[in-house]
């Protein structure tokens, strides 16, 4: 029923920025709900890259990303972010968001978005 709504992706140069947004539609918030970005590059496993609590106080990040980009939530708005700095190349992938009751440590994600692709080239 949960439905999560992705956009933000797109193509952008080598050290530029993007920021992705997943939103909640089907009448539901996220108020209750971790929050994960994921990503999935061509031929590679899919990663987890971070995860914010349900009220937002505490997040944790990927080796690959930590330094480079930052998860955030306004849960008024129904919406969770990912700003990407310094993009590397090795970032091109399709970026999901995923949601959870109601920890961050918890395994299994219950709703996904549809994916939005972020392409880092010159």
């Known amino acids: 029923q949960l439905q999560l709504v992705e956009s933000g992706g797109g193509l952008v140069s080598p050290g530029g920025s993007l920021r992705l947004s997943c939103a909640a539609s089907?009448?539901?918030?996220?108020?209750?709900?971790?929050i994960a970005w994921f990503r999935q590059a061509p031929g590679r496993e899919r990663e987890e890259i971070s995860c914010?609590?349900?009220?937002?106080?505490?997040?944790n990040y990927a080796d690959s990303v930590k330094g480079r980009f930052t998860i955030s939530r306004d849960n008024a708005k129904n919406t969770v972010y990912l700003q990407m700095n310094s993009l590397k190349p090795e970032d091109t992938a399709v970026y999901y968001c995923?949601?959870?009751?109601?920890?961050?440590?918890?395994?299994?994600?219950?709703?996904w978005g549809q994916g939005t692709q972020v392409t880092v080239s010159s």
């Open positions: 995923a949601a959870k009751k109601y920890y961050c440590s918890t395994n299994t994600y219950n709703y």
């Open positions: 914010i609590s349900t009220g937002g106080g505490s997040t």
């Open positions: 089907g009448g539901f918030t996220l108020n209750d709900y971790a």
